[in-house]
């Protein structure tokens, strides 16, 4: 059981905006602006795509976005397309014990 | 360019110890945070633990009596440790660099726990 929930799957057809959702609490995901976001293809290593809830590293597509509401996170990606269905999983700081925590993952299926 | 190298044992028995070793080529070993990470077949990402340059460690607490990191500048070079492994602890294991902005991954490393 992960600390984070993200739904299992969503899907989308190209061009069209998906959101993929991540709730923890307040002891996570509620109380710190550290929520990183990483996409996963099969059988290869993650790549971070926002980090501090809503910054993209230098080479992501401004069609990545991240936000936040109360214990809930977001990950927006607008103008799909067929190279973007992957796993995504979320992730917050969850304080100086616990420190880091991930969500189960979500399925993006592009349609 | 950066790119981390790891290596260790892929196949190990319950109750012995894993071990294994990231090495990082190009940029600076100083000023980060270095990170493992795991994911068993089919599921999500864990967090196992990180380690400052200097030697500061923090790790998760669910594997906090089992898991040592350590960190050899010298080498740009740094290691875990596992002990007591069970069936559980089967999983891709990955070596990152960063803690907040974690920008660059290992090729990842299936250890089996079988007996």
């Known amino acids: 059981q992960s600390a984070l929930t993200q739904p299992r799957s969503v899907s989308g057809s190209p061009g069209q905006s998906v959101t993929i959702s991540c709730t923890g609490t307040?002891?996570?995901?509620?109380?710190?602006?550290?929520v990183s976001w990483y996409q996963q293809h099969p059988g290869k290593a993650p790549k971070v795509l926002i980090y501090d809830v809503n910054k993209r590293p230098s080479g992501v597509p401004d069609r990545f976005s991240g936000s936040k509401s109360g214990n809930t996170a977001s990950l927006t990606i607008s103008g799909l397309q067929a190279e973007d269905e992957a796993d995504y999983h979320c992730c917050s700081y969850a304080g100086s014990y616990t420190h880091w925590v991930f969500g189960g993952g979500t399925k993006l299926t592009v349609l | 360019q950066v790119q981390l190298q790891q290596w260790g044992a892929g196949l190990l028995r319950p109750s012995e110890t894993l071990s294994l070793t990231c090495a990082v080529y190009g940029g600076s070993f100083t000023g980060y945070f270095w990170t493992w990470i795991r994911q068993p077949p089919g599921k999500g990402l864990e967090w196992i633990g990180e380690i400052w340059h200097g030697g500061r460690t923090n790790s998760n607490p669910s594997l906090k009596s089992r898991v040592t990191i350590s960190v050899d500048p010298s080498k740009k070079q740094f290691s875990m440790t596992l002990t007591s492994v069970t069936a559980a602890d089967t999983a891709v294991y990955y070596c990152?660099?960063?803690?907040?902005?974690?920008?660059?991954w290992g090729q990842g490393n299936l250890v089996t726990v079988s007996s």
């Open positions: 990152v660099r960063g803690q907040f902005l974690r920008e660059y």
């Open positions: 307040s002891s996570d995901v509620g109380g710190y602006d550290y």
